[in-house]
């Protein structure tokens, strides 16, 4: 038994010995910061450059994909996006978070600040503000935050003596090595919604609740993150170590162009790398199309045929002509559709970007052209000039011709009879002519399917 005790204390002596000259083992043991890694952060802060994040080419081609699907821009605000839970190691307010993700969607989404003190203070001070008031309000906030969802903890532990007299000692020694290291999981959830600035209610079926999941060791918060929402599920690794605020960021970037992309019922799930699509909203969409009437899902779908470069459609016209029919056929036998409904959600789904832009842009740019020529050419034409009011024409009095024989028969006669100043002659005046103009119509003039005045 001494001799396997003493040879259990060798083997240790021996692990230690090998363990301690290695730097890197020391280091990692102790996790220490290398010099290069302190570098690395500084370079980082003291650099002047752009902070991108996971979502900030998302949100770009998002902007672009609201271009290509003819979107009209809308004006969104929003209300304190505050932490509802009752952990104060998050952040109070991530409202400035989402400003910045709109802001980065471009002119297609314009945020407008919500600001009630700095307009007060304006207004009293002679400033002049003319308010543009929002389409719509994004609300929510942060609603979960569940820490050590799943939590592991490791421990190593080794001691070993020597003895004065062993291995050339020359007096009693002892050593000693741990190892603790622990690792959790906790998860933080963000919901946001949309509502009507002007009825202040709810917009249906317009909602994101995303969680993101964070693994936090002993060295700081983990590498990983993991999705889930109820249109989202994917993963997502992170290439360095981030902290809580960075994952918050993500969530807040992901959510804005959920909730928006739901509002504008668009393929949102197109930009975001290794996203699934939206299996609620798509069958939304098949289930509201497929109750529409026949005229109105041909017009839906001759807009979507021109985002995919078919010409020669009246975009201004709900009807149906030969032309129409022709046209749905055809795609139908290219996109190996059966219904209306089918081929409609296979162009929405597969708009070309890029293609779909342009035309839109020429498209306009010929609207507005058409439309300046109109007024050009009407202005042209001669001005309607108004004729002045016509005094209404005098009576003429003529005097009386009598002849004596009959002023002799009438003095003779026994009945009164009038004065020669009492007999007048009315004479009634000829009518005047004058110009009526025509009545204008108060109809528009006719403007293309999803207006495309942008």
Request: a negative charge.
């Amino acid at each position: 038994m001494k001799i396997l005790g003493r040879s259990a204390k060798i083997l240790s002596i021996l692990l230690i010995l090998a363990l301690i000259p290695s730097c890197a083992v020391l280091d990692w043991f102790g996790g220490k910061v290398s010099d290069e890694e302190v570098k690395e952060l500084d370079s980082d802060i003291t650099t002047a450059k752009p902070r991108d994040t996971r979502y900030d080419t998302s949100l770009k081609r998002f902007g672009k994909l609201l271009a290509a699907y003819n979107i009209q821009p809308l004006r969104v605000q929003s209300k304190i996006i505050s932490n509802q839970t009752a952990d104060q190691s998050l952040p109070s307010n991530i409202s400035k978070m989402l400003i910045t993700a709109v802001n980065k969607i471009g002119k297609e989404v314009t945020y407008l600040p919500y600001d009630p003190n700095y307009i007060i203070s304006e207004a009293t001070t002679g400033g002049n503000i003319h308010r543009i008031l929002p389409q719509v309000v994004i609300a929510g906030g942060i609603t979960e935050y569940d820490k050590n969802l799943i939590e592991k903890k490791r421990e190593l532990k080794t001691e070993a003596g020597i003895e004065k007299g062993q291995w050339g000692s020359e007096y009693d020694q002892d050593y000693g090595l741990g190892y603790d290291s622990g690792e959790s999981v906790s998860r933080i959830a963000l919901d946001l919604h949309l509502f009507d600035y002007i009825t202040q209610a709810s917009i249906a079926n317009v909602q994101s609740s995303n969680a993101i999941n964070i693994r936090k060791t002993k060295l700081g918060w983990a590498v990983g993150a993991f999705f889930a929402g109820c249109g989202l599920t994917f993963d997502y690794s992170l290439k360095k170590q981030q902290g809580k605020y960075y994952a918050i960021r993500l969530l807040v970037e992901l959510s804005v162009l959920e909730v928006l992309g739901k509002y504008f019922d668009v393929p949102y799930w197109r930009v975001l790398p290794g996203a699934i699509e939206d299996e609620a909203l798509v069958g939304r969409l098949y289930e509201e199309f497929g109750d529409l009437t026949n005229d109105e899902q041909i017009a839906y779908i001759k807009e979507y045929l021109f985002f995919h470069g078919v010409d020669n459609l009246d975009r201004t016209s709900f009807g149906v002509t030969a032309q129409d029919e022709a046209a749905v056929k055809t795609a139908m036998k290219k996109y190996n559709c059966n219904t209306n409904t089918d081929l409609f959600i296979k162009l929405w789904k597969t708009v070309p970007i890029k293609e779909a832009r342009k035309r839109n842009r020429t498209y306009t740019r010929d609207l507005n052209r058409k439309q300046r020529a109109q007024e050009a050419e009407a202005a042209q034409l001669p001005p309607v000039v108004e004729q002045p009011p016509v005094a209404p024409v005098q009576p003429e009095v003529t005097q009386p011709i009598i002849e004596a024989a009959v002023v002799e028969e009438v003095g003779t006669s026994s009945e009164p009879t009038a004065s020669p100043e009492e007999i007048v002659v009315v004479s009634e005046p000829e009518p005047v002519k004058a110009r009526v103009e025509p009545v204008k119509s108060n109809k528009e003039a006719p403007v293309g399917f999803g207006d495309t005045d942008w």
